[in-house]
């Protein structure tokens, strides 16, 4: 995986670009189509990641406070109080 990350990143936009030129020179006016459709693939990839992230962040956040609660730490209720458990 340590060489076929980087010659994917690589590789891939210029075999889309290489796509689009193709496109152009065979059906100009779908050139416009090829380019939407890549760009709803893109932004759903784009929308998977992100919740992902936020996923992960957030679980991230609840095991750090269980972990803070089992280790008795003050910890902010929902007022903004601190209170010891």
């Given at each position: 995986?340590?060489i076929?990350?980087?010659?994917?990143?690589?590789?891939?936009?210029i075999g889309?670009?290489?796509?689009?030129?193709e496109?152009?020179?065979?059906?100009g006016g779908?050139?416009?189509?090829?380019?939407?459709?890549?760009?709803?693939?893109?932004a759903?990839?784009?929308?998977?990641?992100a919740?992902?992230?936020r996923?992960?962040?957030a679980?991230?956040?609840r095991?750090?406070?269980?972990a803070?609660?089992v280790?008795?730490?003050?910890?902010?209720?929902t007022?903004?109080?601190?209170?010891?458990?």
């Amino acid at each position: 995986m340590r060489i076929a990350k980087p010659i994917l990143m690589v590789t891939t936009p210029i075999g889309l670009l290489e796509g689009f030129y193709e496109c152009y020179k065979l059906a100009g006016g779908l050139l416009f189509l090829m380019v939407a459709m890549v760009g709803v693939v893109g932004a759903a990839m784009a929308t998977v990641v992100a919740t992902i992230r936020r996923e992960a962040k957030a679980d991230a956040l609840r095991q750090e406070a269980k972990a803070a609660t089992v280790r008795g730490e003050a910890k902010a209720d929902t007022m903004g109080h601190e209170s010891k458990v």
